[in-house]
C-alpha cells in the first residue's frame, strides 16, 4: 500500500536546512563546490574542519528535516560528557526512509574504485531498495540531497547516476560529505541511535505501522584518525552507551518481546569494541551478526495499557575502552 500522499516529504522538509547549511558556509567550517556537472558539494570534514554542530545539523538533513538532533551535557559517564540527543514524530519514515544508510553507491574497479552508502532525503526519490516497498513510502521533489560518510569526493558519475535515478537535473543534487575521523562525521553517526533501533525493529519483524513515536541519545564519541578506530567509536557510542524510547500502538506482550529482544547485549557478537568484532570476522560486515547494531539499553512503552518494559544495559567499562584505545 502506498501511503506516502499522507506522509510528510523528506526532502521539501530538509530543503532550508540544506540551504542554510550551504548559505553559512564559512561559519560552519564546511566548503561548498560544484562537480562539472553543477551537482553541489559539501564537505564537512575533508578538507575542512567541520565541527559538532555541523554534524548535528546533517543529522538533521539525514532525517528528512523530520527529527530533532540536540548536544546536551551529562555528568552519568566520568569521562565523556557530551551527548546526542534525537528524538522524531514520524520515526518511520525520518529513520528507514531517509536516515538509514541504505543506497549503495559503487563506481570503478581496483584502487580507484568508489563504494560508499548513502542516507538523507535522496534515497526517498531514487533509491531502489527493497525496504520502500514495505514502508510503502516514495517523496518528489525538484531538488533533492544525499549524505554520503566518505573521505574523497565521488567521482561525477556517481552525481549523475544519483540524479538519474532521483529524475531531477544534476546541478539540482547536493552532496554532503562526512568523513568518519570527523567531528562532523562522529555527530551524524551517533545521531542515528535512534534509526539503529528502527532498522533492527524492523529485522525482527515487529509491524512498523505500531510506532508512533521515538526519542534516543547517545555519547560523543572522540575522532580518530585511524579509519578503524573511528567507525569503531562511532558504533560503539551506541552499541555500549545508545539509550532510545520508543511508543508502540501494540499489546503488552508485543512491547515487551520488542523490548527484550531490541538491545545490543542480545546478540552473541557483543562484549567488545566493535574494530575488534570487525577484525574477528576478517573485515566482513556479512560475518558479523546483524542484531548487534542496536542501542545498549531501551524502553518500549505500549500505548493501550501505558505500561513501559525495560531492557538491556549501559557497559560504561566497554565505553572507556572503546573510547581511549586504538581498536582493530
Known amino acids: 500500500m502506498n501511503r506516502s500522499q499522507n506522509m510528510p516529504s523528506v526532502n521539501t522538509h530538509a530543503a532550508q536546512l540544506v540551504e542554510d547549511l550551504a548559505v ?4 560552519m567550517r564546511v566548503c561548498v563546490s560544484e ?16 565541527g559538532l554542530e555541523v554534524g548535528r545539523r546533517i543529522g538533521e538533513i539525514c532525517l528528512g528535516g523530520l527529527g530533532i538532533v540536540k548536544l546536551r551535557a551529562s555528568t552519568e559517564f566520568e569521562n565523556w560528557s ?20 541504505g543506497w549503495s553507491l559503487s563506481h570503478g574497479e ?18 531502489k531498495e527493497e525496504l520502500f516497498n514495505e514502508l510503502g513510502y516514495r517523496d518528489k521533489s525538484d531538488k533533492t540531497c544525499i549524505v554520503v560518510e ?25 552532496i554532503i560529505l562526512t568523513p568518519t575521523s570527523s567531528l562532523s562525521g562522529c ?6 541511535v535512534l534509526e539503529t533501533a528502527l532498522h533492527k525493529t524492523h529485522a525482527l519483524g515487529f509491524p512498523l505501522e505500531y510506532i508512533v513515536d521515538g526519542a534516543g541519545s547517545a555519547p560523543v564519541c572522540p575522532p580518530s584518525k585511524d579509519f578503524m578506530t573511528a567507525m569503531s567509536r562511532t558504533n560503539d557510542a551506541i552499541l555500549f552507551a545508545g539509550q532510545i524510547h ?26 567488545q569494541p566493535f574494530g575488534d568484532v570487525f577484525k574477528a570476522a576478517g573485515y566482513d560486515f556479512y560475518k558479523i551478526d546483524p542484531m548487534l547494531f542496536s542501542p545498549a539499553r531501551v524502553a518500549v512503552t505500549a500505548m493501550k495499557s501505558g505500561k513501559t518494559y525495560r531492557a538491556g544495559r549501559i557497559d560504561k567499562e566497554l565505553l572507556n575502552k572503546s573510547f581511549s584505545n586504538k581498536c582493530g
Not at 563504494?115 to 538523507?120: I, P, Q, V
Not at 555527530?187 to 542515528?192: F, G, I, K, L
Open 110 to 127: 581496483g584502487k580507484e574504485a568508489f563504494n560508499a552508502l548513502g542516507s538523507g532525503p535522496a534515497r526517498a526519490m531514487g533509491s
Open 24 to 27: 553559512n558556509a564559512d561559519a
Open 187 to 192: 555527530v551524524q553517526v551517533v545521531a542515528r
Open 35 to 50: 562537480l562539472e556537472n553543477g551537482t553541489r558539494i559539501i564537505d564537512a570534514g575533508i578538507s575542512v574542519r567541520g
Open 150 to 174: 566518505v573521505d574523497r569526493i565521488p567521482p561525477v558519475a556517481v552525481a549523475k547516476k544519483i540524479a538519474d535515478q532521483c529524475g531531477i537535473a544534476a546541478n539540482n543534487l547536493t
Open 246 to 271: 520508543l511508543f508502540v500502538e501494540a499489546t503488552d506482550s508485543e512491547a515487551e518481546e520488542l523490548a527484550n529482544k531490541l538491545p545490543s547485549c542480545a546478540s552473541d557478537d557483543y562484549g
Open 82 to 101: 557530551w551527548y546526542v540527543d534525537v528524538h522524531t514524530s514520524h520515526p518511520v519514515i525520518a529513520c528507514l526512509a531517509s536516515q538509514y544508510a
